[in-house]
Structures are given as structure tokens and as C-alpha cells.
Nanobody
Framework: QLQASGGGLVQAGGSLRLSCALSGRTISAYAMAWFRQVPGKEREFVAAFSRMGSSRLYADSVKGRFAISRDNAKNTVYLQMNSLKPEDTAVYYC???????????????????WGQGTQVTVSS
């Protein structure tokens, strides 16, 4: 079970932090990722941790502005979003999978577990 939270309405240039709590499993054993989706478009990769947290991966569109982190003690992954732009507006989803290799981290269909999504709206 994945529970995402932290979305909201923010002005351009502002910040938000999303959280994704994994229940019933140990987060360090999973590749964890954030995706986002706007109506009418495919789900887009944002950021990911490889299994054991050894590698982080970012979409070019968010590199330098977003940071993915994890707290193994709380079994939670975070997405710190800074310098937000109107084009970051989307529903953000967290995802997890226990077997992904690094080359598959960007592919939403490879993830077995999904959170319910949290809306992020950035006003201009």
C-alpha cells in the first residue's frame, strides 16, 4: 500500500514537498519513483530511487529543481519540488517495485504498486 500526500496550490517559483509512505513492506528493498500525469497525456517519469537507494534518476525537465529522498526509518519517500513552474501542474503518483533494474526506472508499466495520486497546481 502506497499513500501519497502533500499536494496543493502554489504560485510559480514556490515549493512543495510530496510524501509517499509504504506500508507493510521495507522501503529499502524497493525501487521507488514519482510520476505525474495531466489529462489527455501519458504518465510522465519525474524521479526515482533504485533498489537499496544506491542511485537516483531525474527527468531532464525537473533536474536541479526537484530532489527525491527517502527515510528508511519512516518507510517514506519524499519529493522536494522547488522553483515550481505552471507546467509542473499535474497529478503526482508514487510507485514502487521490488525487482526493477536501473534501465527500467523511467517506465511506468514496470511498476507493480501505485499510490492514489496527489494534485499539484502551480499558478502563474
Amino acid at each position: 500500500q502506497l499513500q501519497a500526500s502533500g499536494g496543493g496550490l502554489v504560485q510559480a517559483g514556490g515549493s512543495l514537498r510530496l510524501s509517499c509512505a509504504l506500508s507493510g513492506r521495507t522501503i529499502s528493498a524497493y525501487a521507488m519513483a514519482w510520476f505525474r500525469q495531466v489529462p489527455g497525456k501519458e504518465r510522465e517519469f519525474v524521479a526515482a530511487f533504485s533498489r537499496m537507494g544506491s542511485s537516483r534518476l531525474y527527468a531532464d525537465s525537473v533536474k536541479g529543481r526537484f530532489a527525491i529522498s527517502r527515510d528508511n526509518a519512516k518507510n517514506t519517500v519524499y519529493l522536494q519540488m522547488n522553483s515550481l513552474k505552471p507546467e509542473d501542474t499535474a497529478v503526482y503518483y508514487c510507485a514502487a517495485d521490488g525487482y526493477l533494474i536501473y534501465s527500467s526506472l523511467r517506465t511506468p508499466s514496470e511498476y507493480d504498486y501505485w499510490g492514489q495520486g496527489t494534485q499539484v497546481t502551480v499558478s502563474s
